[in-house]
């Protein structure tokens, strides 16, 4: 987790010039699938998959129902596919073992952040592009990452005052920039918007600039766009056969201002740095970790055991003081061969009581088994959020505190979790479909926070797909839409006597048993969703329900199909 700042940082003249070193990532959305599938090649359970294989890459998204081209890989690009294109086209133009998948800018940006905050190493001033941490800082504009230009996914480093640390900065750029070897593309400027101009649109990579003198010379024949401004005015620009920076940099400022407006010339400024620029800075989120390392290897299971107690409550103590708390710990054991073992220990929701934690992560770290020599143990806090404070219920009866029934939920939770998985706790919820078997899925309770997040459109398109069923189920579901609250799946078939073609049944053979009927009302005509196939096999397409009542007093849901005349029990009325 990182945090964005925000700084100023000034170059002048009449000072020695600051050093900013931009790094452009032009196919970021296709490098960070490309390693992705590398790290799935890798893990030797997923290493059969004919998707780690693939050497060319799509990334799709939806517009008017279709799936269209949002991102392709050059390879792709060679071949024809064009962004905005439709899935079917591009797939007729590459090979058949392409890779394709949904585009996440969301997941791209924090990607890009994550690797920023990667770069503190190299100096404390680290920051991303302006219009990309722009929309990542807030939530509210995340939706505006999707159309954000690719020209904007870069970071950029000030190493003004790093030599001891970087080496002189022409040899620092080369190596970075085997480093990041693949399509990136650096450049070093005194001023933060010609870095950002040679990085973009310099035909060489590293493109060095270490004076002013240098860089109006290195960026004369660059073109308008690299100003950072909008396509209309370079438009304008073009109408009078200005083309380049060179060409611009011809023309009276004073004229460019009354005629293009301020923004034009204010850009200029930035790039010939007489204008300071506006730096978004990412900072490194402090970690919450213990670390113990022992002279002599731990070998007995009783000491190793103590030991992670012990990291436990100091880690707890720690967070404790913060007003913090965590859903996550993982634990790293070393042994002394180099072999180092992870366990993770995730948590329904993220909770400070200590006691509660101890109940349930003691006896997980009892039943692990280890291996061999210890020689260091790592507990770390993950996924740490802040605290939130709460009154205390004024009577007696804490039972009747909505705030301690929800904490003791949660807690109840945080122990299926860690013993069980958070992927098997699971949850009944409504999916928009009027077939009885459709109605419902049980997806899980508590969804596993990917390492990156997921973008709001798809939590926004999740959440119009799923509502979470009430707990009032029989009050509120069955009154609003008719329908009893246990379903049967699949239908159980029962034999009957009835009135055709539109009287409910007399009586009824169900389970062995034979069951007269007091009551019906009905039917209620049903069309299965033909576009995903017959749901029963023989059954047709049309449904008749009928609601009845049994002599025990049960209301039962059934159903004829048109087709076959069979009857089949549906649903119950408890």
């Not at 905050?117 to 592009?129: K, M, Q, Y």
């Not at 990136?184 to 040679?198: K, V, Y």
């Not at 004076?211 to 010379?217: C, G, K, N």
């Not at 299971?301 to 965590?326: D, E, P, V, W, Y």
Request: proline share 5%; hydrophobic share 40%.
């Amino acid at each position: 987790m990182v945090k964005i700042l925000s700084l100023h940082n000034e170059s002048t003249h009449n000072t020695r010039p600051r050093l900013y070193l931009c790094i452009y990532f032009p196919e970021w959305s296709i490098d960070v699938t490309q390693r992705k599938l590398a790290a799935l090649a890798a893990d030797k359970s997923s290493s059969s998959q004919a998707s780690s294989e693939s050497k060319t890459i799509l990334l799709t998204t939806t517009a008017m129902n279709q799936r269209i081209i949002a991102r392709a890989c050059r390879l792709s690009r060679s071949l024809g596919v064009r962004q905005k294109m439709s899935l079917a086209l591009a797939q007729a133009l590459v090979p058949s073992d392409t890779y394709h998948e949904e585009f996440d800018p969301l997941r791209d940006a924090y990607a890009l952040r994550a690797l920023a905050a990667w770069c503190l190493r190299f100096s404390p001033i680290v920051g991303l592009d302006f219009e990309l941490s722009q929309r990542l800082l807030s939530p509210s504009r995340h939706h505006e990452l999707a159309s954000l230009a690719r020209q904007h996914y870069g970071i950029t480093i000030d190493i003004t005052g790093t030599t001891h640390i970087n080496g002189e900065p022409e040899q620092f750029c080369h190596k970075l920039q085997a480093l990041l070897c693949g399509t990136t593309r650096i450049a070093l400027a005194p001023s933060l918007g010609g870095a950002w101009a040679l990085s973009r649109y310099s035909s060489k990579t590293p493109s060095i600039a270490l004076s002013f003198e240098s860089l109006a010379t290195l960026s004369a024949p660059l073109p308008v766009r690299a100003l950072r401004i909008d396509a209309a005015m370079c438009r304008a620009l073009s109408d009078i056969g200005v083309y380049t920076i060179g060409d611009l940099n011809l023309l009276q400022r004073q004229s460019l201002g009354q005629r293009f407006g301020k923004t034009l010339v204010y850009r200029l400024a930035q790039v010939s740095g007489s204008v300071s620029e506006h730096v978004s800075v990412v900072t490194q989120a402090p970690a919450y970790r213990e670390h113990a390392i022992f002279e002599v290897p731990l070998t007995n299971r009783h000491a190793i055991t103590t030991a992670l107690k012990h990291l436990f409550n100091k880690l707890m103590a720690k967070l404790s003081l913060a007003h913090l708390a965590t859903s996550l710990f993982k634990i790293s054991i070393t042994d002394t061969e180099g072999v180092t073992i992870y366990k993770a220990l995730p948590l329904a929701s993220a909770t400070s009581n200590q006691a509660h934690l101890e109940s349930i992560i003691h006896p997980i770290i009892e039943s692990m088994r280890f291996c061999g020599e210890i020689c260091s143990l790592t507990l770390e806090a993950l996924e740490v959020t802040r605290t939130s404070q709460s009154q205390r219920s004024l009577h007696g009866d804490e039972t009747k505190d909505p705030t301690a029934l929800n904490c003791a939920f949660n807690e109840l939770l945080n122990s299926f979790s860690v013993r069980l998985g958070k992927d098997r706790i699971r949850k009944a919820a409504l999916t928009p479909s009027h077939t009885p078997e459709r109605s419902f899925k049980h997806p899980p309770l508590i969804a596993a926070q990917p390492l990156i997040k997921s973008s709001p459109a798809t939590s926004a398109a999740s959440s119009n797909h799923e509502t979470s069923l009430p707990l009032n189920l029989h009050s509120i579901y069955s009154s609003t839409f008719d329908r009893p609250p246990l379903i049967v799946s699949p239908p159980e078939q029962i034999i009957s006597i009835a009135m055709l073609p539109d009287k409910p049944p007399s009586w009824i053979r169900w389970r062995g048993a034979k069951l007269s009927i007091i009551t019906g009302l009905g039917p209620e005509r049903l069309s299965l969703e033909w576009w995903r196939g017959d749901l029963l096999q023989g059954a047709g397409n049309e449904r008749d329900y009928f609601t009845i009542q049994d002599e025990l007093g049960r209301w039962l849901w059934v159903f004829r199909c048109r087709k076959s005349l069979s009857w089949f029990v549906h649903g119950i009325w408890r």
